[in-house]
């Protein structure tokens, strides 16, 4: 079993996008996070629906959870309108890990090796024609399991 | 919008149990992750599904992707047979983090607080009766999008 057979379409986002975007898109389709590409539509960076939290919540709120508890709950239901006219290039995590990208013939051991290294449940799949998929945990492990 | 109003129930695994059913767990579920609890049903970690491979794949494959790639597609195929007789306990990260815990009274900006904090897409929820279920980083962006 290869990265191409269990690749799955996967919906990229550039760093220019509206963040507002990515965040739609991690709630429609229930992913772990997004593929960030630049304009030749190659993987630059995965963003994970962690982070577009952390540009969401005020910085208060996220180092003391007892100043989240004040804001009333009409305020908090619409706390997600703070990421008006933000970019993804935004939420990007600032330090620049290990990108978890591999190529088609990657085996499951590569690809597993390399989740468990950028702790990433998802990996971008790229060969000479771009960006092809991505491989993630979930179905990894489900085809591993089954097979 | 309150905790209580975005609960899943949410399979749980003791820190005893055989780490290859919390893997069947998360292939059979979709789910970011395991909330790991103990003999009171208590949660007293979250088991992602990174650290089950960091368990699984042999250190020198993680710290080296081109060793992964001289394992024949037969053998990598099979890397989780590794796993057999493994705990829940053994694949649980060393350091010990803020664990991702709230009420059901907490407000969608509490939770998105936790999660930003603790980089979790998933929260459990906990009253005096014990562990309620959970907060899922998509169930709570699409609540949120959409009311």
Chains 1, 2 share one sequence.
Do not use: W
């Amino acid at each position: 079993m290869r990265a191409r057979d269990l690749l799955i379409a996967f919906p990229s986002v550039t760093v220019d996008a509206p963040v507002i975007e990515a965040a739609r898109l991690l709630a429609g389709h229930d992913l772990p996070g997004l593929i960030v590409v630049d304009d030749d539509g190659l993987p630059i960076s995965i963003l994970p629906g962690t982070q577009v939290l952390r540009l969401a919540v005020p910085g208060y709120c996220q180092d003391d959870p007892a100043l989240a508890r004040v804001v009333d709950e009409k305020h908090a239901d619409a706390f997600l309108t703070s990421l008006a006219g933000r970019t993804v290039g935004e939420a990007l995590p600032s330090d620049r890990r290990e990108l978890p990208v591999t190529d088609p013939d990657a085996t499951v051991l590569e690809i597993a090796a390399l989740m468990a290294r950028t702790r990433s449940p998802l990996v971008a799949v790229v060969s000479e024609e771009g960006l092809l998929g991505a491989v993630t945990l979930q179905a990894l492990m489900d085809r591993v399991l089954t097979s």
